[in-house]
């Protein structure tokens, strides 16, 4: 998986600042769990969402305003990463969402 972060940038044709996601880490070997899945009908539009599980080894700098890239998907962090119940540094637990918008 990749994790990516917001950042502002310059246009350089205008110069204005601009928001974009940022790669901050990328192939972060990781277990991948579906957890439920459901469609969503607002302003007319369906949509569907998935929740899912990432399981990666502890990596401090992780935050849960960054975003995961996950074959092509862009899923959303859902609150802070869970540590392990052992020693809370071995791995971290992530819950993410999928679907309703970019992270």
Do not use: C
């Not at 990749?2 to 996601?21: H, R, S």
């Not at 862009?74 to 970019?102: F, H, Q, W």
């Amino acid at each position: 998986i990749e994790f990516q972060a917001k950042a502002m940038v310059q246009n350089p044709e205008n110069g204005e600042m601009v928001p974009t996601w940022q790669s901050v880490r990328d192939k972060v070997p990781s277990a991948y769990e579906p957890l439920s899945s459901k469609d969503l009908f607002a302003a007319q539009a369906a949509q569907s969402q998935a929740t899912v599980r990432f399981v990666i080894r502890h990596w401090s700098g992780l935050l849960p305003t960054m975003r995961i890239l996950h074959r092509g998907k862009i899923y959303s962090i859902e609150g802070e990463p869970l540590p392990d119940r052992v020693s809370g540094l071995d791995y971290l637990t992530i819950l993410a969402k999928t679907g309703v918008n970019d992270g």
